[in-house]
């Protein structure tokens, strides 16, 4: 029997100070910057956050104008940040990104080499906190950065199994950061038969396993031990292989307008680790994910966005709820254009008991909500209080 956890998720992982162009163009164009919160790490950790779970983070920093900057974000976030070492001798890392609004990859610039995370090492992983969890979400990014990072990261997973937790891997390719296309190969199969939950992209799991359809990248994860693989195939969706629900496939939300895909991937793992850990249905886990994953690139059309939650919504609440919903969600678009009109837009889902409960109440939407300057660089800013909820686990009801 695992003993009792005190928080749902651990993670590890770099965070970096991300500062975005204030207007498209090349990044030597732009002639100011605003400040977010970067890596795929802490954008799940958010998002996770966000959704109503406790989280731990565990990291390293400078002690530097960035690093305060980051971990006083984390905390804001109500994120567990007890074993993240800040150290005077090691500076933060931080990344450039340029502005898009075509949907285009964004320019991007790196300045990680030799940073406060990439010096982490197995050392750093304090098991009893680590197995404190009952989840470990992993990526192939922090693995990436260092060959330290990379044995904290089969350390972490490792320690995780042998306690009895439950393991998801993401993994997130960087090339740039390995020395070659093989050894990223290698490294990030050996870390994905380590996971219960593997979540490749279509191009990723070509890239890694040489299968072209989602079933054989499926397939090929399985036959390795994974518990549950979930393909994203983009806009088509995903599609699923789960030794509890068999295979089947999700379709795809609709996205008026690609904006900057950049998050969407970390936007659809919070999706679908918070709905399994509430024990949501593989297929609504899966659904989750791709509604959350669907608003990363979205750009508010000049239409209502509420068309396509609606299924969502009358499928798991009342009437009434719905229609409370769909007015919530109406004044937080109109006072998210009023403070940014570029933002994007998501909804944390937690479940039905709480979206009843935090559906009605005036206090929601009045007085105006406080909005966070702080958190990840997509979209679990804009949401304007914790655990107003969408819920979107129906276990077939």
Partial sequence: MSAPTAFDVALFGEAMLLLVADRPGPLEDATGFHKRTAGAETNVAIGLSRLGLKVGWASRLGTDS????????????????????????????????GRVTDG?????????????????????????????????HATGVFAAISDTSLQTALKCMDVMRAAGRTI?????????????????????????????????????????????????????????????????????????????????RVKGFPVAKVIDTVGAGDGFAAGVVSALLEGCSVPDAVRRGAWIGARAPFSLPKTSAMSSLAPLVTRCCSVKVATE???????????????????????????IATARAAALPSSVVSPAPSWPTHGSSFFFAIWPERNTSLPVCTNGR
């Fill in 168 to 248: 998801s891997f993401d993994p997130n390719l960087r090339p740039t950061l390995w020395s070659s296309t093989d050894t990223m190969r290698h490294w990030l199969n050996e870390l994905a038969a380590r996971a219960d939950w593997v979540l490749p992209g279509i191009e990723e799991g070509l890239l890694l396993t040489g299968e072209s359809t989602p079933e054989g990248i499926a397939r090929f994860y399985r036959e390795r031990g994974a518990k549950l693989v979930v393909v994203k195939l983009g806009a088509a969706g995903a599609y699923y292989d789960s030794d509890t629900a068999g295979t089947g």
């Fill in 325 to 351: 919903f769909t007015r919530l969600m109406s004044l937080t678009i109109r006072l998210t254009l009023l403070r940014s009109p570029t933002a994007a837009c998501s909804v944390p889902s937690r479940s």
């Fill in 66 to 97: 960035m690093g305060r900057s980051l971990i006083a974000s984390m905390k804001a976030e109500g994120i567990d940040c007890s074993h993240v070492i800040c150290d005077a001798s090691q500076r933060t890392g931080f990344m450039l990104k």
């Fill in 104 to 136: 285009s990859d964004p320019p991007v610039e790196y300045h990680r080499k030799g940073s406060a995370a990439s010096q982490m090492g197995p050392a750093d992983v304090n098991e009893a906190w680590l197995c404190a969890a009952r989840h470990l």
